[in-house]
């Protein structure tokens, strides 16, 4: 199955901590994740804290069914394993990356996995370029969230 990894990357005028809090968090996510508002009325639930943590969430077809939960939790990195049920299955790792830059916070996010033929076509003419728009639109909310405090 081919592999496929995308970056993005912002600068976000918080020192890390602050960004570190947003992200380590699943009850943060509301705040600034790009899916937030796909359905009114999308199911959330919320298990432990920290490394293990987990969150559901299930809704409409925009905003599908699947969960994720808390893999790694360093003060530079956060990682998630991600898992799609609806509309399609799929496994990813998701990685926040966080660097001092000067007095705010170099942030790069990366989801990578593997994708069957069919999906590696389908991403590389739609999904990558969806997920893309999703990411930079998260990294916009994720800079306004920390830089108000």
Avoid at 24 to 47: C, M, N, Q, V
Avoid at 106 to 133: E, P, Q, Y
Avoid at 134 to 141: I, N, Q, R
């Amino acid at each position: 199955m081919p592999a496929f990894s995308q970056t993005h990357e912002t600068t976000i005028a918080a020192p890390p901590a602050t960004v570190h809090a947003l992200i380590a968090d699943f009850h943060e996510w509301i705040k600034w994740s790009p899916w937030e508002g796909l359905d009114p009325d999308l199911k959330r639930t919320y298990e432990g804290e920290g490394v293990g943590a987990r969150y559901t969430w299930a809704g409409n077809k925009k905003a599908g069914e699947g969960a994720m939960t808390f893999a790694g939790i360093t003060p530079g990195e956060i990682k998630v394993d991600l898992q799609f049920l609806k509309p399609f299955k799929a496994e990813n790792d998701i990685t926040f990356a966080l660097t001092p830059a000067g007095e705010g916070t170099h942030v790069a996010w990366t989801m990578s996995g593997n994708r069957n033929i069919v999906f590696a076509v389908l991403g590389k003419l739609f999904f990558d370029k969806a997920i893309g728009k999703d990411f930079e639109k998260g990294l916009a909310s994720l800079k306004a969230a920390a830089e108000k405090g």
